[in-house]
Antibody, heavy 120, light 109 residues
Framework: QVTLKESGPALVKPTQTLTLTCTFS??????????VTWIRQPPGKALEWLAR???????FYSTSLKTRLTISKDTSKNQVVLTMTNVDPVDTATYYC????????????WGQGTLVTVSS | EIVLTQSPGTLSLSPGERATLSCRAS???????LAWYQQKPGQAPRLLIY???SRATGIPDRFSGSGSGTDFTLTISRLEPEDFAVYYC??????????FGQGTKLEIK
């Protein structure tokens, strides 16, 4: 059974750096074809793709956020980490990670999400 | 960037009725890269359909997807009470870039 779970601070101050961790089980990111994606959802709004990391350590970022994002993996810990610099109140959202299906690039399954509020 | 526009924004139907949800892309999308998700309040999205028409594991056969090019449809043949939720379409392009539609809320009439 594949599961993912996000963790990180619930509250971050503007201009700080946000670090989120996705801890997963049921698959290995060292296996060919495996990918993990981060997505966020502001309260009451739609989903927004943030970044993806592949088994071969290829990394991809949303064009609009790429200067602020860094994605990395720790295969031994089954974790993917996303950092976002210089956060702003508009970054308030639930952040999700999801395994990404090789070939079809659909997202399945998703973690439960973690709500991050950016406020002073 | 490919923009996905979903319609209607809200769909009010009764259990037992048929639901038809639309997703229109601003440019042609490969059918392989079009997916649909269901999201209930307080929950993460759940994959329903991938590759435009393939049901994900465990998804009932009352859910079906169709379409190609710029027009895609999610159909729920006979609504069950648990189907009332928000539905999102998602596409992947080779940049790579993933985009989502703004969602259709399916509510009980």
């Amino acid at each position: 059974q594949v599961t993912l779970k996000e963790s990180g601070p619930a509250l971050v101050k503007p201009t700080q750096t946000l670090t989120l961790t996705c801890t997963f089980s049921g698959f290995s990111l060292s296996t060919s074809g495996m990918r993990v994606t981060w997505i966020r959802q502001p309260p009451g709004k739609a989903l927004e793709w943030l970044a993806r990391i592949d088994w071969d350590d290829d990394k991809f970022y949303s064009t609009s956020l790429k200067t602020r994002l860094t994605i990395s993996k720790d295969t031994s810990k089954n974790q993917v980490v996303l950092t976002m610099t210089n956060v702003d109140p508009v970054d308030t959202a639930t952040y999700y990670c999801a395994r990404t299906q090789y070939g079809y690039n659909s997202l399945d399954p998703w973690g439960q999400g973690t709500l991050v509020t950016v406020s002073s | 960037e490919i923009v996905l526009t979903q319609s209607p924004g809200t769909l009010s139907l009764s259990p037992g009725e048929r639901a038809t949800l639309s997703c229109r892309a601003s440019q042609s999308v490969s059918s392989s890269y079009l997916a649909w998700y269901q999201q209930k309040p307080g929950q993460a999205p759940r994959l329903l359909i991938y590759g435009a028409s393939s049901r994900a594991t465990g998804i009932p056969d009352r859910f079906s997807g169709s379409g190609s090019g710029t027009d895609f449809t999610l159909t729920i043949s006979r609504l069950e009470p648990e189907d009332f939720a928000v539905y999102y379409c998602q596409q992947y392009s080779s940049s790579p870039e993933y985009t989502f539609g703004q969602g259709t809320k399916l509510e009980i009439k």
